[in-house]
């Protein structure tokens, strides 16, 4: 199992080497719908790359809920599709032209547009190894970078896209195995990275949720840090995590990296040593230590998917997880799921009805997001957050509390918050005390609104969220 992706009515996507999933033929990918398995019409077949094995080495979701996979494959659903497919939920389609060898990396960026990495041949002129779709054509960025060992995408909260390999140059600039596109020219991140046992390299990114960035692979140095394959980009330097993974074996690395629904860092690899804590081919980052999940697996890990409910896929060549039979993929869940339901109704106001969502729910020592939106321009919004449910209409709080919206949560938190484009963002922090997990709290957006003089008009308010806290 190379690669795990999520589709957005929630089914996970598996692609890798294999025939079958859960006993059905399923050439190199299958859907998993939460109780069985299931193929994408008939699979992948051939090779078009060189005499290596046919396989499917990563997974993109598009912003439509298309699925992109990237491999070693000739045909897709028996339509050629030179080393990349598109599945539309019903049939594969090729992806532009390409042709010989094969992609390791896929990425999409905010704009819409694809980004594969790898060993392939494209429409574009000189591509060198990664090149952008539109939709309608592949395109060169810059002249590419030195090798076809591409072999990971992410892009950073501003757009940038990073890509990680087996590569030195990039646009003609010396990287090291990493660099940033800034949609017109290469960039190194700090002075790249070093010291890998036979060979260095970049296997796996991921952006973490305050937006730092962090890279696994078969490394000890990064931007001149001593750093144990695993490292965090703050943006303007490298840093190390702890003592990071430890030598064991001459073939140690992290082959992949993700994030747990509360923030948490989990990496997978083919190791059994973290921070000096002993592991086995997983293992968690969590205020500033590394720690074992469960007893992790007896092979190598090489894809993980973290879901916001609370789950960890982990795909691989392990035969058991935990100590459970699982042969190549496994599921983690937690027996205390953050849970969050609708409280009220939002109002009108002299705006649109106002309309709270969750963003990120409630997870011990993580960090709870929501969003609201239809607030009036140039208002201000005070997020209130409280341990009890109210129904007080908003006159009864406030002379200019607007007639038909409602104060739902009793303000033991008040927090203003900016308001932008008519929306506003809201945050708290959850402690890390293992006696909140179960508790139960509330949160609401109550919207200041003000005239050009800055004179209050109206308190207006959204729909109240209930939430409780989960652990994972």
Same mark, same amino acid.
């Given at each position: ?14 692609? %890798? ?8 033929? @399923? ?48 045909? =897709?659903? !028996?339509?050629? =599709? ?16 390409? @042709? ?38 592949? &395109? ?54 070093? !010291? ?7 296997? @796996? ?17 990064? %931007? ?33 990296? =993700? ?6 860092? $989990? ?13 086995? @081919?997983? =293992? ?43 042969? !190549? ?16 109704? %939002? ?34 919004? $005070? ?35 900016? $308001? ?21 709290? &509330?949160?609401?957006? $109550? ?26």
């Amino acid at each position: 199992m190379h690669a795990l992706a999520r589709l957005p009515g929630g089914d996970v996507i598996a692609g %890798g080497s294999f025939a079958s999933a859960g006993g059905v033929a @399923s050439a190199c990918i299958a859907r998993w719908d939460g109780q069985n398995w299931s193929p994408l019409g008939s699979g992948m077949s051939g090779a078009s790359g060189p005499p290596l094995a046919t396989a499917v080495h990563c997974l993109a979701v598009l912003a439509n809920g298309d699925l992109i996979a990237g491999g070693n494959f000739a045909q =897709a659903g !028996g339509v050629p =599709a030179a080393a990349i497919a598109r599945w539309n939920g019903t049939t594969w389609s090729a992806v532009g032209s390409t @042709s010989v060898g094969w992609v390791r990396s896929i990425v999409q960026l905010p704009n819409g547009d694809l980004v594969a990495g790898g060993g392939f041949v494209t429409g574009a002129a000189n591509p060198q190894h990664i090149a952008r779709w539109d939709g309608s054509a592949w &395109h060169a960025l810059g002249s590419g970078v030195d090798s076809y060992e591409v072999r990971a995408m992410a892009v950073l909260p501003n757009g940038d896209l990073v890509a990680g390999g087996n590569f030195t140059l990039a646009g003609g600039v010396p990287v090291n195995h990493i660099a940033r596109w800034n949609g017109t020219a290469w960039s190194p991140l700090g002075s790249g990275l070093s !010291g890998g046992v036979f060979g260095t390299w970049v296997q @796996s990114l991921c952006v973490l949720p305050d937006g730092d960035l962090i890279a696994g692979g078969n490394f000890t140095m990064i %931007g001149g840090v001593p750093a144990n394959r695993v490292a965090r980009w703050n943006g303007s330097s490298w840093s190390a995590l702890g003592s990071g993974i430890e030598t064991t074996g001459l073939l140690t690395q992290v082959y992949a990296v =993700a994030t747990l629904a509360d923030g948490d860092l $989990v990496v997978g690899g083919r190791f059994q040593r973290a921070g000096g804590v002993a592991v086995e @081919s997983l =293992a968690r980052w969590r205020s500033g230590g590394w720690m074992a999940m469960g007893a992790g697996m007896n092979g190598n890990v090489e894809a993980l998917l973290g879901l916001a409910a609370g789950d960890l896929f982990a795909g691989g060549s392990f035969t058991t997880a935990d100590g459970i039979a699982a042969r !190549g993929v496994a599921r983690r869940t937690t027996s205390c799921a953050a849970l969050a339901t609708a409280l009220g109704l %939002g109002c009108a106001g002299t705006a649109t009805s106002i309309a709270l969502e969750v963003v990120r729910l409630p997870w011990l020592g993580g960090r709870f997001e929501a969003r609201a939106r239809g607030l009036r321009p140039g208002s201000l919004a $005070v997020g209130v957050f409280g341990f009890a449910p109210l129904a007080v209409p908003m006159p009864a709080v406030h002379p200019l509390g607007a007639s038909g919206c409602t104060l739902w949560v009793d303000d033991d938190i008040l927090v203003q918050f900016a $308001v932008g484009s008519g929306r506003v963002d809201t945050t708290i922090v959850i402690p890390p005390a293992p006696a909140l997990v179960g508790a139960v709290f &509330h949160h609401q957006v $109550v919207a200041v609104e003000l005239d050009p003089g800055d004179q209050l008009v109206a308190l207006t308010s959204s729909n109240a969220l209930s939430l409780s806290i989960g652990a994972l």
